[in-house]
């Protein structure tokens, strides 16, 4: 399995042959990282198998870089409104939409959906789901990969859940290290120094390849 990052909390998963967009076309955002150029331009030209979204902020969705794909009608494209279609399966991928609820303060209408990605591996893909709604959620299948904002990894009860979850979790949505106002990386760093877990979070554009 392959997990590249295109964007500030969005990825594009290689499993089983299958290439999956998740939240990976967006826009700046208050200092996070948007999708560069070059690999919107990747992506377009060799259209991954499914593009999913799990809300529609612009930092885990740009309208105008989606724009092609719905023009063109390029590949199947999910979003929260596709929760009320169930599950859908490309090749031995099934792709299920979970409803969650969005982190700190609920905006008035905003829908939100998290990706439970099957296949060789099950992946939970969060968006930016709040961590502890998952707490004892018996109904879903154990991650193999949990990829999630880094509000899963900067307080020690969310870190705490996480690792009941899974022991591979690959942590997003965090800005340049030298350019964190917010001091996210600091968070981070400090609850899950020393963890039992595999961590990674990757850099705009790296590829993590996990067995």
Not at 62 to 74: I, V
Not at 143 to 148: F, Q, W
Not at 195 to 203: E, G, N, V
Request: one cysteine or more.
């Amino acid at each position: 399995m392959e997990i590249q990052r295109t964007g500030n909390a969005g990825v594009l998963l290689k499993l089983d042959g299958v290439s999956i967009l998740l939240d990976g076309l967006c826009d700046r955002v208050e200092g996070y990282l948007p999708t560069p150029p070059a690999i919107a331009q990747q992506l377009l030209a060799d259209a991954p198998d499914l593009l999913a979204f799990t809300h529609y902020h612009k930092d885990h969705c740009s309208r105008a870089l989606l724009s092609p794909y719905r023009k063109e009608n390029l590949r199947p494209i999910l979003g929260p409104e596709s929760l009320s279609e169930g599950a859908v399966q490309v090749g031995n991928v099934t792709v299920r939409p979970v409803e969650s609820r969005h982190l700190g303060r609920i905006e008035p209408g905003l829908e939100h959906v998290s990706y439970i990605v099957t296949g060789s591996k099950c992946v939970w893909f969060m968006g930016d789901a709040a961590p502890i709604q998952w707490k004892n959620r018996t109904d879903l299948p154990r991650p193999d990969v949990l990829i999630a904002p880094y509000a899963y990894g900067n307080t020690k009860a969310a870190w705490d859940l996480t690792c009941s979850l899974t022991s591979e979790v690959v942590l997003l949505h965090l800005p340049d290290k030298d350019k964190d106002p917010y001091g996210l990386w600091e968070g981070v760093e400090s609850t899950t120094r020393g963890c039992a877990a595999d961590l990674w979070i990757p850099k705009l554009g790296e590829t993590i390849t996990i067995d």
